[in-house]
Each structure stands twice: as C-alpha cells, then as structure tokens.
C-alpha cells in the first residue's frame, strides 16, 4: 500500500528502523465504484472514478473520459436534461465501464396547450389537450402539478372534455391557474359562424318617385354576431 511503512530489524537487543514511502505503481485497472442511481431532471450525479495500481492503489494524473448519451458533463458529474434511463460511458485508456443512471421528471414549472390554435367559427367547438412540464420541458402527470381552475373570458370552457365552445367574435384569453401556483393563458381566435339570417334596413320606405333608396345589408350569424356584407347587383330582385 502507498504510504510511510517502517521496517524494524533487531539483532539481540540491538535494533535499527528504517522508514519507507511507497507511491503508486503503473497504472493498471480502470475503477468505478457505483455504476447506477437515480435522479431527478433537476439534479445532478458525481461518478467516482479512479485509475489504480495492481496493488489497488489509486495513480492520480491520469485522464478520464466520460461519455453520456443524454445531458451534459462537467468533469466527473452528469447533469441529465430527458427523462429516461441513460448511459454514460467511462473511459480510460482501452478499458470503458458504463454506468446507468435513471432520470425522473423534475418539478413541474409549466403548462403547455394544443388542440386550438385555428381560427374557431362562432357556434363551434375546439378541443384543447394540456400537459404538464419540467424546465426542461420533460411531461409529468398532471396530478403532480395539483387541481387546475379555468376562466374563458368569452364563450364556454368545459374541464371534463376539454372543450371550447365559441361564442363572440375576437380574440379571447383563456387562462389557467393550479394549485401548486402555476399559471397559464393562451389565445383564442374566432370568427363569424354559420350564417343564420341577411338583414335589410332601408335607409327610407316611402319616398317620391324621383328620389333614392339605400339598403344596408348585414349578415347574422347563429350566435347573432353581424357583419356588414356588400351583396352582388345580380343577388338583388326587384319590380318596377
């Protein structure tokens, strides 16, 4: 072993004593000494690593290569970025040990949405999906991020099937707030519906034979939003 070891010799009563230092032989065997755990997203492993003697003492100043297949390293330690199981690959000279490291979703930070990103008719549904997501953008379940409450600042937002019914034109936030404190909104936009009836106001209904008569035509949806429409000269019947 490395160290100071003293060696004693007597002859009789007489005895001398020498002290010797023992440091590293050459370098033999590469040495990890834990090849598995598991983390979270959030946090980090160190690998012990070494490269020893044939006696099992550790040489130092000697070059460690680690390899992962997901995240980053700093010297010896991993800092994962996917959840997963994921390898990282010692290496010293010809001689490699991988070691496994299981990675679980870290805390949840935020709310990510899909399914209404079109333009919505008025008098129609959309179907909004969300899930839930570390820093890193890894999906948790959705129980981790705790009881969500919703508020449509137009139209009607049903959490049991997830949908959106649209009602009034424009462009309206829905927003979303859970239990654990985190908070999201989104956009959604909505147009004109499914026609319902044409409006005709005239601008005059008795007038003299020499004089005008302007219409105003305006288009009603089923969710009664209007829209002022310019109708065709060969969409107009009339007599004398």
């Known amino acids: 072993l490395v160290g100071q070891h003293t060696i004693k010799a007597c002859f009789g009563v007489i005895c001398g004593i020498e002290t010797i230092t023992v440091t590293p032989g050459a370098p033999v065997t590469l040495v990890v000494l834990e090849t598995s755990g598991i983390i979270t997203a959030d946090g ?6 070494e490269i020893q003697d044939q006696h099992g003492n550790s040489v130092p100043g000697q070059t460690i290569i680690y390899t992962p297949t997901n995240g980053s390293m700093s010297g010896p330690t991993f800092m994962p970025f996917a959840t997963g199981a994921h390898t990282i690959t010692v290496g010293w000279s010809t001689q490699t040990i991988d070691v ?13 949405t899909s399914g209404c990103e079109d333009v919505i008719k008025a008098g129609t ?19 981790v991020g705790g009881g969500i409450s919703w508020n ?7 959490e049991g099937n997830g949908t959106y019914f649209a009602t009034l034109i424009g462009v309206h936030e829905i927003t979303m ?3 654990g404190g985190i908070s999201h909104s989104l956009n959604v936009s909505v147009d004109h519906g499914e026609m319902s ?5 005239a601008s005059d209904t008795e007038i003299t034979a020499d004089d005008q ?21 060969g969409n107009w019947t009339y007599l004398d």
């Open 100 to 112: 496994l490291i299981v990675v679980n979703g870290g805390a949840p930070t935020h709310y990510e």
């Open 177 to 179: 707030l859970s239990t």
């Open 197 to 201: 009836y044409l409006e005709l106001n």
């Open 213 to 233: 008569v302007f219409f105003n035509t305006t288009r009603v949806d089923i969710m009664g939003n209007r829209l002022s429409v310019l109708v065709p000269s």
């Open 44 to 49: 980090s492993f160190t690998i012990n690593a």
């Open 152 to 158: 449509a600042a137009e139209g009607v937002f049903t």
């Open 125 to 143: 549904t959309c179907i909004l999906d969300w899930t839930l997501h570390d820093q890193f953008g890894n999906v948790l379940d959705l129980a």
